[in-house]
């Protein structure tokens, strides 16, 4: 066979090792988080029939989906009209009944309909796997991304929604990047929206409030005006676009303002019933009600989270929100959850821009044992079976080649220590031990290293 | 929309929170042993370029590739003439540039040729990720699996072997599973061909060997025949039917027998070093030279492992092999590697049979705390954030219902101890904990609890 020059497909990646060791240490710390809090791990298979993704992410999903080629005779019963006449799209939902998982939200709600005489609600779950997205691959955008999900559904409590607030607080505590958690409510949005009269323009309106630190107050009010909000409305908008003080009081003036809006006041209500719990349990995260944070408000009914790193400029690298009606289109309907996402991708950029990866994070093997060969070998041998009964992560250079070529590897694979029996070492029953980083050595029996050795 | 009964594709498998758990015990367990060992994490993209997957798996191999319809105008450039005119592969080889990975072995090879200039040879590397083959679903066979491959390129050194066989060691002596390695070397099954004057005929030999267990040794020299070894050469090939013995002597017999052959003899010599690194580093796993172990003769070229555990039936829950020339075909030849490959759905099968999952691989929240509301509500979450710090999982219900469905949440998620703080115990400063299996209720003050409770 020729000789081929390998590469992968665009917008996907190797992990090597260096990458995955820290891309772990994310995971391993949001995992054992979400698990201290009660959440449960589930996975869903890669590929979910097209019927289940398709008209669930709007038109430009669904040309986003990777679709599966159906095994074996895939052009049967396609006729040359069918090939001329129809659009890509009917083409492809006719070659092909799967594609990959566009998001963990969609293959999660088809779980909790498919399963649901076998799930105890209130069902906390959380999913890491990968996504796929045949999207144009640029910096930062790939077509196969690890998302990190974790969801209550079947509970309205505001309880659910601190938990997220703590689960956010701890897990970016534990990796040392200091965070800002701004909050919005969807239903105090509509309040805003129908309490000047235009309750179909809401999205128009928060998108304007949006640019308000952009383009400054007369922009914002040009550009309602230009979306078609009447002069009377938006002045009527002006004490929501000058609010300030701390979040109650925020809130205060806004249930004034919004008090003839029954879903306004609820959102008031709920978002009050968080804050009252996020002070009693004393969350230090720092949180901010911001009315112009707009995400998801497609879906979203209740709450709506996004967290930013404050040491290094980035988008957002968790959000999330609640959603009364996930698991209707499956024909479940009345099953209100709420959840977040952590955006592995950038808290990896955020961590690695301020250098906050530790050192058990940056290494794997603790000790290189050096290969004299013959005897000697198997002495190394021997006591690396020990050393790693307690624990410790170890290697013998499999090969007796020079000293230079096994210390070089050490160094390449940034390996702290290097234990070297040679022959005068194996004949007293000694080995000593070289710290890379200084090149200071120690010598050890057999016993007081393996009772007593500790990385230094 | 039209209400959907959702489904996921056959052979797929969601995997439950209780599964789950289960199953990242086991891998939890694996690639803690793995990095003990030295041995790195390397992830690679679910796709592939089909021209680095086509052609590696066999004719059968190509047809059970998964391929992903291309993006867009797919049927751009292709005329009725190549629609009318092309065999199915042909024509899905213009509509699909991408595949689903089939293995995790091409991939590593793909990845090792792709990045070798940035690679620390001998490179150890782990890899645990799905798979994806269009074969028939039957039980224990899906379309989408997790496969949990070990391997060690760029080095022949038989301590390889060894680390190898100490890793299945301490996987299984870990998870529980009492197991037997068989082991054998393609050189010496070579070796036992060339003597008896049918080098060619390998594979054929071994395929009657392996017969010997079930159909008797005359039925097996009768099939040696019909597969066109003359009476002779059969003759000539009983010494090797009727071996006995420990592995050193077995392999002394056979060392005499195939003498004049020198590949055989190179076998011999590996599996000689092989047992000599056991013994000296007191290996406990049962070992058995088995010649009739013949999985992968097509690319193994040295050593091949399989392990069977002994408990109970079902097929080899871990193999593999030494390859000569893995990435050969993208371009690097002359990389000798070693690797096992552990199969994640028989141990999980081995362990629910013999129910070897421990305690906490049975459940993840460990206190759960009755929510009363008000005042109680309140004080039970500041006790959860006292005990999640000291590392407790613990969840309170989200809603104040009634004692009883609060109960029965904790009996179906098999939480252990529920913790109660009703109005008097606030007034008090306790908290009642109750063990679910035997109803044992002990009482503590928020100190206490915080500082010593432990699951009893």
Known sequence: MAKQHPSIPKGTRDFSPEIMIRRNYIFDTIRSVFGKYGFLPLETPSMENLS???????????????KILNSGDFMGGITDDDIHNSTSGALAARLCEKGLRYDLTVP????????????????????????????????????????????????????NELELIQIVETVFDHLGIRTLLKINNRKILYGIAETIGYADKMIDITVAIDKLDKIGLDAVNAELQERGISAEA?????????????????????????????????GVEEMSRVLDYVESVGVKLPIELDLSLARGLNYYTGAIFEVKALDFQIGSICGGGRYDDLTGIFGLPGMSGVGISFGADRIYDVMSGLDLFPMNAQTSTQLLFVNFGGLEELESLKVIRMMRERGFMCEIYPEAVKMKKQMDYANRRSIPYVAIIGESERVEGKIVVKRMADGEQKSYTVSELVDEFKLY
């Not at 398709?54 to 986003?64: A, I, Q, R």
Request: charged share 25%; proline share 4%; with cysteine.
């Open 108 to 159: 999660f709600a088809r779980y909790v309909v498919q399963h649901q005489s076998e799930i105890t609600f209130p069902f906390k779950r959380y999913q890491i796997q990968p996504v796929w997205r045949a999207d144009r691959p640029q910096k930062g955008r790939y077509r196969e991304f690890y998302q990190c999900d974790v969801d209550v559904i079947g509970s309205t409590s505001m309880i």
């Open 234 to 266: 938006v002045e009527m908008l002006q004490p929501i676009l000058s609010l300030e003080g701390t979040n109650r009081e925020k809130l205060e003036r806004i249930a004034q303002i919004i008090s003839g809006s029954e879903t306004g006041l609820k």
């Open 52 to 66: 289940t993704l398709m008209g669930k992410y709007g038109e430009e999903g669904d040309k986003l989906l990777f």
